[in-house]
């Protein structure tokens, strides 16, 4: 069941500060995900949603402030030290090795986790059982939404606590967004702690137990997700009609 905020935070982000090519992408921001949350991060186009994730996942290196990760400074560390630790990053537009089977692209994520592969690959095709009877297909002939649900299967089998999506609906039809919301609610009670980030996320907040509104490298607004989801604010900012 989701962790209330009586719990420790899995991952708790400090003061943190970012510039690329002197520009604030971040500026003082601090926010908490708690385990086995669904948490969203909505924000429009340039609010620095993923600047903030590529921060976390060791990619880009903060000014000032601190990231800890299950009670341990991880701001300094590299990517696959970061990864290793259980944090994993999904980015937007993330794609198949489309010359690979499914399988192959699967075991590409387990590269850290080797000797967990069959219990990994077990998981995987439970919570996207379409991809159970594809594993000798070549993921290039695979749909657009068979595809993006073999790259959310790639950072499962990195045996994630935190799994990390930056913008996971884009190009998808809204029945597929569906599909993929009840997968979070899978992920989550199977004990990954889920942070999504994107603009068009009216579905996700109905899942979410806790969603942060970023603008201009600011969280701005915090509540439920589906307190959110009705807030005047959010409403005309993200969702305009």
């Not at 489309?98 to 590409?108: A, K, S």
């Not at 002939?141 to 790259?151: A, P």
Request: a positive charge; charged letters at 20%; hydrophobic letters at 45%.
């Amino acid at each position: 069941m989701p962790a209330g905020d009586a719990s420790p935070p899995l991952l708790s982000v400090q003061h943190l500060s970012v510039s690329l090519q002197g520009l604030p992408m971040l500026v003082d921001l601090s926010f908490t995900c708690f385990p086995h949350q669904i948490v969203a991060l909505i924000g429009i186009e340039g609010a620095g949603k993923s600047t903030l994730l590529k921060a976390i996942a060791g990619l880009q290196r903060p000014l000032t402030g601190r990231i800890f990760f299950a009670g341990e400074s991880i701001e300094g560390l590299p990517a696959w030290e970061v990864v290793r630790r259980g944090v994993v990053y999904v980015p937007e537009g993330m794609r198949v090795f489309p010359g690979m089977t499914v399988l192959e692209n699967l075991e590409v994520g387990a590269y850290l986790v080797r000797r967990q592969l069959k219990a990994r690959l077990e998981q995987a095709c439970q919570i996207f059982p379409e991809l159970k009877d594809r594993l000798r297909a070549p993921a290039g002939v695979l749909s657009g939404g068979q595809q993006r649900m073999v790259t959310l299967a790639r950072g499962l089998m990195s045996a994630p606590r935190l799994l990390m999506l930056d913008e996971p609906f884009m190009g998808l039809s809204p029945k597929l967004v569906q599909r993929f919301c009840n997968s979070f609610r899978d992920l989550r009670q199977a004990g990954v702690t889920l942070l999504i980030s994107g603009q068009l996320m009216q579905r996700v907040l109905n899942v979410a137990e806790k969603a942060y509104v970023l603008e201009k490298g600011r969280i701005t607004f915090s509540g439920t997700g589906p307190h959110l989801l009705h807030d005047p604010h959010l409403q005309e900012i993200i969702f305009p009609v």
